[in-house]
């Protein structure tokens, strides 16, 4: 059976960890600027989640 890695040699969890990192600090400081928003909080949640799903899936190699 083939890994997710042997089937796609171009996909880099970290750069994946790395990209979502970088949209929650955007996120984080627009909410700053902006104040609270139920919008930005759930996107930031969403984030998180994923970045969760990736450790999860990589084995907490990110």
């Known amino acids: ?3 997710q890695g042997e089937r796609n040699p171009e996909s880099n969890p970290a750069k994946a960890e790395a990209h ?3 949209a ?3 996120l984080k400081a627009l ?3 902006i104040g609270e928003h139920p919008e930005i909080g759930a996107a930031i949640t969403k984030l ?3 970045l969760n ?3 999860i899936q990589t084995g907490g190699l990110l």
């Open 1 to 3: 059976m083939e890994t």
């Open 20 to 22: 979502i990192k970088s």
């Open 24 to 26: 929650q600090q955007i």
């Open 31 to 33: 909410q700053e600027k």
């Open 48 to 50: 998180e989640m994923a």
């Open 53 to 55: 799903d990736l450790a």
